[in-house]
C-alpha cells in the first residue's frame, strides 16, 4: 500500500538487515539501529505533530479572540472551552488495519461518535444551568453558554475527524492533513478577524468560526481520501456493513475512551475548581494562560506517540503480512 513515507518497507528492511547482521558487534548494530529507527520515527512524526499544533492553534486563537473581548469573554471561553469541550474531546477520542475493511473501521466509528455526539448536544444546550449547578459564577457561566452553543457544530466534526484522522495515520498518509491544516489555520485567523472585530459577533461568533474551521477541514480531509489513489484499496465507498457488529465496536473502544476521558478530566477539574475561587475572572483567565501554553508543548509528545503508534501498527502489518 503507498504511504506519504518514502519507502518505508525498504527502512524497515534495512533496519531488520542491521539487527540481524552478525558482522557487527551488538553494540554497533543498536547504534546504527537507532539511528534508521529514529529518522523513520520523525519523517513519520513531523508531520502528524503539525497537525496536532496546528489544531491545537485553532482552538488557541480562539481563546486569545474572545480574550482580546474582556477578562469575562475570556473567563467564559476558558470555562467553555475546557470546563465543557474538553469533556467532549475525552469521551470522542477513540475511533478508527485488511485493506477495504479500513474504510469499513473509518465509517463504523464515525457512526458510533456521531451518536455518541448526541447527547453531548444536549450537555452543551444545558450547560448554563450545569455550570450553576456546580458552583461556577451566575455571569460567567451565562457568558460561557453563549461560547459553548458556538461550538455544538464542532462536536459532530470531532466524530468525523478521529477516525479520519486515523484512517490516514494506519496507511502512512500525514502530510495531507497536515497542508490542510496549514491552510486552515490561516483560514481560520481571517474569519475569527473578521466576525470578532468587523462583525462584533462576540463570543458566539468566535466559537462558530471554530466549528466551521474544523467542519471545512473534515470535508477537505474526506475530499482527499476519495479522490486520492493512495486510499483506492481501503476506501471503496459507503457500505451497509458499517452498520453491523457495532455493539462488538463499542466494546472494544470503552476501555480506550475511559482511559482519555480520566486524562481530559483531569484538566476540566481544574478549571471548575478554579471557577470557584474568591476571583473566578482572574483565576480562569491565568489558568487559561497557563493551560493554553502547556498544552501547545503537550502536543509535540503526543504527536510522536501517534507516530511511534503507526511506525508499530505498520510492523504488525507487515509481520501478518509475510505470513
Same mark, same amino acid.
Given at each position: 500500500?503507498?504511504?506519504?513515507?518514502?519507502?518505508?518497507?525498504?527502512?524497515?528492511?534495512?533496519?531488520?538487515s542491521?539487527?540481524?547482521?552478525?558482522?557487527?558487534?551488538?553494540?554497533?548494530?543498536?547504534?546504527? +539501529?537507532? =539511528?534508521v529507527?529514529?529518522? &523513520?520515527? $520523525? *519523517? /513519520?512524526a513531523?508531520?502528524?505533530?503539525i %497537525? !496536532?499544533?496546528l489544531?491545537?492553534?485553532?482552538?488557541?486563537?480562539?481563546q486569545?479572540?474572545?480574550?482580546?473581548?474582556?477578562?469575562?469573554?475570556?473567563a467564559?471561553?476558558?470555562?467553555?472551552?475546557?470546563?465543557?469541550?474538553?469533556?467532549?474531546?475525552?469521551?470522542?477520542?477513540?475511533?478508527?488495519?485488511?485493506?477495504?475493511?479500513?474504510?469499513?473501521?473509518?465509517?463504523?466509528?464515525?457512526?458510533?461518535?456521531m451518536?455518541?455526539?448526541?447527547?453531548?448536544?444536549?450537555?452543551?444546550?444545558?450547560?448554563?444551568?450545569?455550570?450553576?449547578?456546580?458552583?461556577?459564577?451566575?455571569?460567567?457561566?451565562?457568558a460561557?453558554?453563549?461560547?459553548?452553543?458556538g461550538l455544538?457544530p464542532?462536536?459532530?466534526?470531532?466524530?468525523?475527524?478521529?477516525?479520519?484522522?486515523k484512517?490516514?495515520?494506519?496507511?502512512?498518509?500525514?502530510?495531507?492533513? +497536515?497542508? =490542510?491544516?496549514?491552510?486552515? &489555520?490561516? $483560514? *481560520? /485567523?481571517?474569519?475569527?478577524?473578521l466576525? %470578532? !472585530?468587523?462583525?462584533?459577533?462576540?463570543?458566539?461568533?468566535?466559537?462558530?468560526?471554530?466549528?466551521?474551521?474544523?467542519?471545512?477541514m473534515v470535508?477537505?480531509?474526506?475530499?482527499y481520501?476519495?479522490?486520492?489513489?493512495?486510499?483506492?484499496?481501503?476506501?471503496?465507498?459507503?457500505?451497509?456493513?458499517?452498520?453491523?457488529?457495532?455493539s462488538?465496536?463499542?466494546?472494544?473502544?470503552?476501555?480506550?475512551?475511559?482511559?482519555?476521558?480520566?486524562?481530559?478530566?483531569?484538566f476540566?477539574?481544574?478549571?471548575?475548581?478554579?471557577?470557584?475561587?474568591?476571583?473566578?475572572?482572574?483565576a480562569?483567565?491565568?489558568?487559561?494562560?497557563?493551560?493554553?501554553i502547556?498544552?501547545?508543548?503537550?502536543?509535540?509528545?503526543?504527536?510522536?506517540?501517534?507516530?511511534?503508534?503507526?511506525?508499530?501498527?505498520?510492523?504488525?502489518?507487515?509481520?501478518?503480512?509475510?505470513?
Amino acid at each position: 500500500m503507498d504511504g506519504d513515507v518514502d519507502d518505508p518497507h525498504g527502512s524497515r528492511g534495512h533496519l531488520e538487515s542491521i539487527l540481524t547482521d552478525p558482522s557487527f558487534p551488538w553494540a554497533r548494530r543498536l547504534q546504527l +539501529a537507532t =539511528i534508521v529507527e529514529m529518522k &523513520l520515527l $520523525v *519523517h /513519520l512524526a513531523a508531520p502528524t505533530v503539525i %497537525v !496536532y499544533m496546528l489544531n491545537y492553534v485553532m482552538s488557541m486563537s480562539t481563546q486569545i479572540f474572545s480574550g482580546q473581548l474582556g477578562n469575562l469573554e475570556l473567563a467564559a471561553a476558558s470555562l467553555g472551552n475546557r470546563g465543557i469541550q474538553v469533556f467532549a474531546y475525552g469521551l470522542m477520542a477513540y475511533g478508527a488495519h485488511k485493506y477495504a475493511m479500513l474504510g469499513i473501521y473509518l465509517q463504523r466509528s464515525t457512526i458510533l461518535l456521531m451518536a455518541t455526539g448526541v447527547p453531548l448536544a444536549v450537555i452543551y444546550i444545558f450547560s448554563r444551568p450545569i455550570l450553576l449547578l456546580l458552583g461556577q459564577s451566575s455571569e460567567i457561566a451565562k457568558a460561557a453558554s453563549v461560547f459553548v452553543y458556538g461550538l455544538i457544530p464542532q462536536i459532530f466534526a470531532y466524530a468525523a475527524n478521529f477516525p479520519i484522522q486515523k484512517f490516514l495515520q494506519a496507511q502512512s498518509i500525514v502530510a495531507p492533513s +497536515a497542508y =490542510i491544516s496549514t491552510t486552515m &489555520l490561516v $483560514v *481560520h /485567523l481571517l474569519l475569527s478577524w473578521l466576525v %470578532v !472585530y468587523k462583525l462584533g459577533l462576540g463570543l458566539l461568533g468566535a466559537s462558530s468560526v471554530l466549528s466551521l474551521t474544523w467542519w471545512i477541514m473534515v470535508i477537505a480531509q474526506f475530499v482527499y481520501i476519495v479522490t486520492s489513489q493512495k486510499c483506492r484499496f481501503t476506501w471503496t465507498g459507503f457500505s451497509w456493513q458499517a452498520f453491523s457488529g457495532l455493539s462488538e465496536f463499542l466494546k472494544l473502544s470503552t476501555a480506550s475512551a475511559v482511559m482519555l476521558c480520566l486524562e481530559t478530566w483531569y484538566f476540566q477539574i481544574l478549571v471548575l475548581i478554579a471557577g470557584l475561587l474568591d476571583n473566578p475572572q482572574l483565576a480562569l483567565d491565568a489558568l487559561s494562560v497557563c493551560m493554553t501554553i502547556s498544552g501547545f508543548v503537550f502536543m509535540i509528545s503526543v504527536g510522536f506517540n501517534a507516530a511511534a503508534r503507526l511506525e508499530s501498527n505498520s510492523r504488525v502489518a507487515i509481520a501478518y503480512g509475510s505470513k
